[in-house]
């Protein structure tokens, strides 16, 4: 059980456009999902806190206008990197918590190359 | 600013032998922990969590926890090559306020 899916595992994208990513928890429902990056060799740095039904709570320094996030249901997040750039790049990890538990479950991640 | 400490290694044990893996955190009421498993270029994969002061035991795996001390560690016995990766200390906020800090992670080099 507990298991987390994220849609696409790995994209390239022109400079500009916008990029979505979806996180899904296949077999609980997910009252708190997280979105994560992580650069190469890196610890993971936490982006946002999404609460199904009311709007995330972005970490210090990171642009909601520019990361967009969506938990519309308890089973789905998305994560829409908009007119991404170069510096965009990165490796991006959702993670959902149970309503039964504090235990946090990860995706297995989306690797985003920007050209 | 609630903070969890890792050396970030590497630590190198032979293989067969107890690795020891260390975390250190300043939430004094902290009620959750765990630790992640990395591997180079995945995602974070659960491997323990634990509540309560004291031992516990999944496996070849050890959780280790010192609320006193705002110690836990993570043992793995009879090391294996296929344990090398990167292992993340995360402990849950207090206050009910479910939002964990991840440390940044200790790298694990199993060599046969």
């Known amino acids: 059980g507990a298991v987390v899916s994220q849609h696409p595992s790995w994209v390239i994208c022109k400079s500009g456009t916008s990029v979505k990513i979806e996180c899904r928890s296949l077999?609980?429902?997910?009252?708190?999902m997280f979105w994560y990056r992580q650069f190469p060799k890196q610890s993971l740095m936490l982006m946002a806190t999404?609460?199904?039904?009311?709007?995330?709570?972005?970490e210090q320094g990171v642009e909601k206008d520019k990361f967009l996030i969506n938990h519309a249901s308890l089973t789905l997040s998305t994560l829409t990197v908009t007119s991404a750039h170069p510096e965009d790049s990165s490796f991006y990890i959702c993670?959902?918590?149970?309503?039964?538990?504090?235990?946090?479950?990860f995706g297995p991640g989306t690797r985003l190359l920007v050209l | 600013q609630k903070e969890v400490e890792q050396n970030s290694g590497p630590l190198s044990v032979p293989e067969g032998a107890i690795a020891s893996l260390n975390c250190t955190y300043s939430?004094?009421?902290?009620?959750?922990f765990f630790w992640y498993r990395q591997y180079s270029g995945k995602s974070p994969e659960l491997i323990m969590s634990?509540?309560?002061?004291g031992d516990k035991e999944d496996g070849r795996f050890t959780a280790q926890l010192n609320k006193a001390s705002q110690y836990v560690s993570l043992l793995i016995r009879d090391s294996q090559p296929s344990d090398s990766a990167t292992y993340l200390c995360?402990?849950?906020?207090?206050?009910?306020?479910?939002?964990?800090?991840f440390g940044r992670g200790t790298s694990l080099i199993v060599h046969p």
């Open positions: 995360a402990v849950g906020a207090s206050g009910g306020s479910y939002i964990p800090t």
């Open positions: 077999d609980f429902q997910a009252t708190t």
């Open positions: 634990i509540y309560s002061n």
């Open positions: 999404s609460n199904e039904g009311s709007k995330a709570t972005y």
């Open positions: 993670s959902a918590r149970s309503t039964a538990s504090e235990t946090q479950y």
């Open positions: 939430d004094r009421g902290s009620q959750s």
